[in-house]
């Protein structure tokens, strides 16, 4: 069986350069921000599950998703337990800060794509060894846009996510450097950030 990651990301990231993160939101306004997110044109977004308090705004953002065709995820899955908590609740696909082994291949034996973190070549190389040539740039703001570049020489098949620190006045600068897709976070507590955001997304 194939590594279902590459395929999935390929479609989901098609013509969507920009991803929501919508972390430390109540599930009321995780479905708020996830229908502007929508309207500004940025269907995909993940829901962090860095504890389990912010399970309820995953799975109201997941009905929300059913509602509207719109794929929604979750970050921070950092163990195999978290794994099945997220694809039990309906999560499509599932978001690390690094890339774990036991996490990865959770996620393969229940034919859920992975997106893994990485901040090292060695890391980058370890990930592309399991299969994954999707892999998430973290923390994206202090790597910085000229560590994106280099690695694309060594490794022109991986398709960098840069994530951590890049919101609508960055964002730009990362896909310049190479990176197919920028996820933002922190950031979103701006209501303008999603109405400029969108403004990539319509390029």
Request: with cysteine; aromatic share 8%.
């Amino acid at each position: 069986m194939p590594n279902p990651s590459t395929t999935f990301f390929d479609t989901l990231f098609a013509d969507q350069p920009v991803m929501a993160i919508l972390r430390g939101f109540d599930p009321d306004r995780t479905v708020e921000l996830c229908q502007r997110a929508w309207d500004a044109g940025i269907d995909v977004v993940e829901v962090p599950v860095q504890s389990p308090d912010a399970l309820p705004s995953l799975h109201a953002a997941i009905a929300a998703g059913r509602d509207r065709d719109r794929s929604v995820g979750a970050g921070t899955v950092i163990t195999p337990e978290q794994v099945r908590t997220v694809y039990e609740a309906g999560a499509v696909f599932t978001v690390a800060p690094g890339y774990d082994p036991e996490v990865a291949a959770e996620c393969f034996r229940l034919g859920l794509a992975h997106l893994p973190g990485v901040a090292t070549s060695s890391e980058i190389g370890q990930a592309l060894r399991a299969g994954h040539t999707w892999l998430k740039a973290f923390p994206a703001s202090e790597l910085g846009t000229g560590w994106l570049r280099a690695q694309r020489g060594p490794f022109p098949a991986v398709k960098f996510v840069a994530t951590g620190g890049v919101d609508a006045d960055n964002a730009a600068d990362f896909l310049a450097a190479g990176a197919r897709v920028v996820a933002v976070g922190s950031a979103l507590q701006d209501s303008r950030q999603l109405d400029l955001l969108g403004r990539l997304v319509r390029r």
